[in-house]
């Protein structure tokens, strides 16, 4: 036990070794904020594929240039934070609500619900999920798996 937190202390001396700048952290900001971006843009022409809607690159280019500036702040400020226990601990209870929320929508709205709903909470759920450390990831994980096999599928 001495040992692990003798590890604990030179690894925290080793962070605060490294620090980093607001700068860094703005450059990881729009470097993960474009993929997520254009990961928004294909989850929308995903479901509009699914549902037999028209689209094209333009408006997929569209989706994602104005989701860019609408993640910037969510993702600088968790990137930022993210070693932090409560934000761990914030990041794990969104991705139960966000992933539980998508997972009823996909079953209980109609088209046009999941279609405005899904991939703006499929992008967020997939950013945190990224950005939790791996057992806070699995765990809010199983339980959204819990959820819609227990409380949203048909029981079969």
Not at 113 to 122: D, F, N, V
């Given at each position: ?17 490294q620090q980093i700048s607001t ?134």
């Amino acid at each position: 036990m001495q040992r692990a937190r003798e590890r604990e202390k030179e690894l925290q001396r080793q962070q605060q070794e490294q620090q980093i700048s607001t700068a860094q952290y703005v450059w990881q900001a729009i470097f993960l904020a474009i993929p997520f971006g254009f990961l928004l843009g294909a989850f929308d022409v995903t479901v509009k594929v699914q549902y037999d809607e028209p689209w094209d690159v333009a408006s997929l280019l569209l989706r994602s240039a104005k989701a860019i500036p609408a993640l910037l702040p969510v993702v600088y400020l968790s990137n930022r934070h993210k070693n932090k226990k409560l934000t761990q601990v914030a990041m794990a209870l969104g991705n139960v609500v966000v992933g539980s929320f998508l997972m009823y929508t996909l079953k209980h709205s109609p088209s046009l619900g999941q279609m405005l709903r899904a991939p703006g909470l499929a992008t967020i759920w997939v950013y945190f999920t990224v950005q939790l450390d791996l057992l806070p990831a699995v765990l809010s994980l199983a339980i959204v798996g819990i959820y819609w096999y227990f409380g949203l599928s048909d029981g079969r």
